[in-house]
């Protein structure tokens, strides 16, 4: 039963919520302040219905408050507001997060976390990195392994449930975490002892890295403070360490001309995907995501309307484009739709050579059996294209190819707005904040031809005078 407190011009409700695991009482309370101009009848009355509406909610589990400990918050978080609001992959990536914010902040109760705390934790992280954090090293040649068992590479991740990018890097010798042994030890029933090396990490964190973790706590204690758990998000006052912003990578115009050159040997499908990064500026799970349905040949327009990436535990998974205006229609070139059309047909007789076995998922881009295609699959493969042409190319990734359309434009003085609504961003000043290097160069050349523009008559008359001094 609510028990009733007057405190001041207020009232305080109590109800006890049992106890806890540990056997310690749970309260949940509530301060009610009567309307002035309240007749104390009115006030008993009113408190007293309060006090009663208060206890439903406690009984069915509605009422939290501010004492409730970060480690269980963020779990509640995740089931009562991510899984309905936030996209899959940010989901995923909060989750990895996790692990080392409740080591180092789960004890905490909400309502007294400070930003000095929060400063700390950054402080630890930019210092000495997740050191609580162990990695596997493997022992065994597991690029011989992958080939006895007569799978691929990408087969092989997908049976194990990683990432290809993961996999290829730990056939290479580089270090995965515990998760990723573990499972690759399950599919070829490897010792984690014996075949990998188990070191602690204490590789300091990159402001980015950190900069993450900052915007998932913050997220975090937004959502408490929106259910009214807290007063003030302490991550408003706290400091994470700055980003040195640094230019965008992009491909010149004679650089992008031999990329597409070096292409022309490729096989269809993975030039194709890249001659579409660099016509349409495309992020890579768009492009992923295209359906045959998109492409409308007769306007020459592409529409982007899904987003493809793969999500751990879960394969790869269809959601909606990164933000609202990332769902845009898209004018192609003639040269756009003609390799996609040419790229249709190769695709056609790929599936009929298949018959049964092919996967008719309507998708653009896929795997040998026509189901969607895993988004690290074209990064991989990019990434030993460019290996192959290291000395007439620079070291870029596919987003550097967005980059690189974006530059185009702005070179050619496409409007800045055109520019936005084909990238798919918010607004324009997002375009500009990104591609603040070409802005400003195009603004010189504006400069330059103003001057010419009201000058070019002087200059004349200058040239005349001399001639005459003379």
């Known amino acids: 039963m609510a028990t009733i407190e007057k405190r001041g011009n207020s009232y305080r409700i109590t109800v006890s919520c049992g106890v806890d695991i540990t056997g310690k009482q749970q309260r949940r309370r509530m301060t009610y302040t009567p309307d002035p101009g309240m007749t104390k009848r009115q006030i008993e009355k009113e408190v007293q219905r309060q006090a009663v509406l208060f206890e439903e909610e406690c009984q069915k589990g509605h009422v939290l408050n501010g004492n409730i400990k970060l480690v269980d918050f963020i779990e509640i978080f995740f089931t009562d507001y991510a899984a309905a609001k936030l996209k899959k992959k940010t989901i995923e990536d909060y989750r990895q997060l996790t692990p080392y914010v409740n080591q180092a902040l789960g004890h905490l109760r909400i309502d007294r976390i400070q930003p000095m705390q929060l400063n700390a934790f950054y402080r630890q992280l930019q210092e000495v990195g997740t050191q609580y954090k162990c990695v596997y090293k493997p022992l065994i040649d597991l690029k011989e392994l992958i080939k006895r068992s007569g799978i691929s590479v990408a087969q092989a991740a997908r049976e194990c449930g990683v990432k290809e990018n993961t996999l290829r890097g730990a056939v290479k ?27 602690s990490r204490n590789k300091p964190l990159s402001p980015v890295t950190i900069r993450h973790y900052h915007r998932f706590i913050s997220t975090v204690l937004n959502v408490a403070v929106k259910w009214q758990l807290i007063l003030y998000n302490p991550c408003q006052r706290a400091t994470p360490p700055k ?48 359906e045959w349905k998109d492409i409308n040949f007769k306007t020459s327009v592409i529409t982007v309307r899904r987003n493809s990436q793969y999500i751990i535990k879960q394969g790869i998974v269809t959601d909606s484009t990164k933000t609202a205006t990332s769902e845009r229609s898209i004018k192609a070139s003639k040269s756009c739709i003609d390799m996609l059309k040419d790229y249709k047909i190769w695709q056609e007789e790929r599936a009929r050579l298949m018959g049964d076995r092919w996967n008719y998922t309507d998708r653009l881009f896929t795997k040998a059996d026509g189901s969607p295609i895993h988004p690290d ?24 190819l ?27 000043s ?10 400003k160069s195009m603004d010189a050349a504006a400069a330059d031809t103003l001057e010419f523009i009201l000058n070019k008559g002087k200059g004349s008359t200058e040239q005349i005078q001399i001639k005459k001094n003379a």
């Not at 699959?377 to 290996?387: A, N, S, V």
């Open 173 to 199: 010798g580089d270090n995965v975490q515990e998760e990723t042994a573990k499972a690759i030890c399950r599919r070829f029933k490897l010792n984690l002892k014996k075949d990998f090396e188990k070191t």
């Open 243 to 290: 980003i040195e912003k640094t230019p965008p990578k992009y491909l010149d115009e004679e650089q992008a001309a031999r990329l597409l050159g070096y292409l022309e040997t490729e096989e269809m499908q993975n030039k194709t995907m890249i001659k579409l990064f660099i016509y349409t500026g495309m992020r890579r799970g768009e492009a992923c995501g295209l």
């Open 377 to 400: 699959t074209i990064t991989c493969w990019f990434r030993d294209f460019l290996q192959k042409h290291s000395d007439d190319l620079p070291k870029i990734t596919i987003h550097s």
């Open 402 to 428: 967005r980059h690189t359309n974006a530059t185009l434009m702005i070179n050619q003085g496409i409007p800045i707005t055109t520019i936005a609504a084909r990238l798919g961003h918010s607004t324009p």
């Open 430 to 439: 997002t375009t500009t904040t990104i591609y603040a290097h070409s802005v």
